[in-house]
């Protein structure tokens, strides 16, 4: 089955410097990979997505993506953190069954002003 | 407002019981999602229907059931309520045109089981 891990619970960025969340994946075939931000008391919000073409994936609230098929990585990235960016964000892949959507477990982003 | 309403947004209740969580979909989308959100779990894919007929099922207890009506609207039915059912639950809809899966997620149903 298709899976997706992201190996931190949780990551601690100062304001204003870069951000890195993992995230790497499992999959047959071409992966549909996603990321989704939730911030507190809310629910998940679509941040961007990868199906094919370009490996650098460009999404909302300044996030990209970089997809990387050898280390079957799709790592969210942001050049400058805000402390608004605080949330967790979730890692997901389309299932080989094409309905399933399955997530990783999260990881808790802190920015620190 | 992500236009994916969910009723009760809180629930509380006792152990062996029943309930009843309700979902409508934003407009237009076809497809309702359950997932579960739990400390230790994560977010758990439970099922998932498409116009009205179930497509996908993931790790969802006998005890869980789900349907989905002429008017797209989910309901998701939770009985002999365990302590450990106490959780998050969210639905979500999407458009399968959009070809790629992508979710909208209502604010959830926030389930305590005492």
């Known amino acids: 089955a298709q899976s997706v891990a992201q190996p931190e619970d949780q990551v601690n960025v100062a304001e204003g410097n870069p951000l890195t969340v993992k995230c790497t994946y499992s999959?047959?075939?071409?992966?549909?990979l996603f990321w989704y931000v939730q911030y507190p008391n809310r629910g998940l919000q679509f941040l961007l997505k990868?199906?094919?073409?370009?490996?650098l994936v460009k999404g909302s609230y300044g996030f990209e993506a970089e997809f990387n098929k050898s280390q079957t990585s799709f790592h969210l990235k942001k050049p400058s953190a805000l402390v608004s960016d605080s949330a967790l964000y979730f890692c997901a892949v389309r299932d080989i069954d094409r309905d399933k959507i399955i997530f990783g477990k999260g990881t808790r982003l802190h920015i620190l002003p | 407002d992500s236009g994916v309403t969910q009723t009760p947004k809180h629930l509380i209740t006792a152990t062996g019981q029943r309930v009843t969580l309700r979902c409508s979909p934003r407009s237009g989308d076809l497809s309702v999602y359950w997932y579960q959100q739990s400390l230790d779990q994560g977010l758990q894919f439970l099922i998932q229907y498409y116009n009205g007929e179930e497509r996908a099922k993931g790790n969802i207890l006998e005890r869980f059931s789900a349907q989905q009506f002429p008017d797209l609207h989910s309901e998701l039915n939770l009985s002999s309520l365990e302590l450990g059912d106490s959780a998050l639950y969210f639905c979500?809809?999407?458009?399968?045109?959009?070809?790629?899966?992508?979710?909208?997620f209502g604010a959830g149903s926030r389930l305590t089981v005492l």
């Open positions: 999959v047959s075939g071409n992966p549909y």
């Open positions: 979500a809809s999407s458009s399968l045109s959009s070809g790629a899966n992508v979710l909208t």
């Open positions: 990868y199906i094919t073409g370009d490996n």
